[in-house]
């Protein structure tokens, strides 16, 4: 899985590619939240619509927990992804915020980039 890291004005986008890899997750995590915190940004789109292939509950769930140790300021967090990603149950959104990250995932760019913005 690759992560390419693009810093808006407002927010940092990163945009994960390729064949999804459990053991590559938490780096991809670190990789972007030292890149936010590097350009003052407190708030992160993390953009998963082309990562290949499943993404297990633990995995989910492991995202969710490293995310939470990851944060050293409140931040914003967005995930777009696929239905196959994110849905139905929300899974790693439930277990970030319920450790403290403020956190959305959707489908949708612009209801993404809306509830970023709030």
Do not use: C
């Not at 004005?9 to 938490?26: M, N, R």
């Not at 780096?27 to 998963?48: M, N, Q």
């Amino acid at each position: 899985m690759d992560v390419k890291i693009e810093p808006q004005p407002d927010h940092l986008y990163a945009v994960g590619s390729g064949s999804f890899d459990h053991a590559q997750l938490e780096g991809a995590l670190k990789e972007i939240f030292v890149a936010a915190s590097t350009h003052g940004l407190r708030k992160i789109l993390i953009d998963i619509r082309t990562v290949v292939g499943p993404i297990s509950a633990l995995a989910r769930y492991e995202a969710g927990e490293t995310a939470a140790k990851l944060q050293r300021e409140p931040i914003r967090l967005v995930v777009l992804g696929s239905e196959t990603h994110l849905w139905p149950d929300r899974f790693f959104e439930n277990v970030a915020n319920n450790r403290g990250v403020k956190t959305f995932v959707t489908t949708d760019m612009a209801e993404a980039l809306r509830w970023l913005r709030e």
